[in-house]
């Protein structure tokens, strides 16, 4: 696939170590790296493949963040 041009890589605010993934928005695709391997491998992804991702995962958490939730109402 070739080398992918510099483009502004960002990581989450969430995030607190090294040990953390890296998106770059490559118009029309978005770009996934390691963020302690910058110049190794990268993932691209199609934009609506990614937006699919990004709900599932916040959908994921939405729904942990409930059950946790209940646990602590009814040990």
């Known amino acids: 696939m070739g080398e992918v041009p510099r483009f502004a890589w960002r990581r989450s605010s969430h995030s607190t170590s090294e ?8 118009t029309p695709r978005v770009g996934v790296r390691d963020s302690k391997d910058p ?8 934009t609506m493949a990614w937006n699919a991702f990004l709900r599932q ?4 958490a939405s729904d942990q963040a409930e059950l946790d939730g209940n646990d602590r109402e009814h040990p």
């Open 57 to 60: 995962v916040k959908d994921r």
């Open 39 to 46: 110049d190794g491998p990268k993932l691209i992804f199609e």
């Open 19 to 26: 040990n953390c993934v890296e998106v770059a928005a490559l």
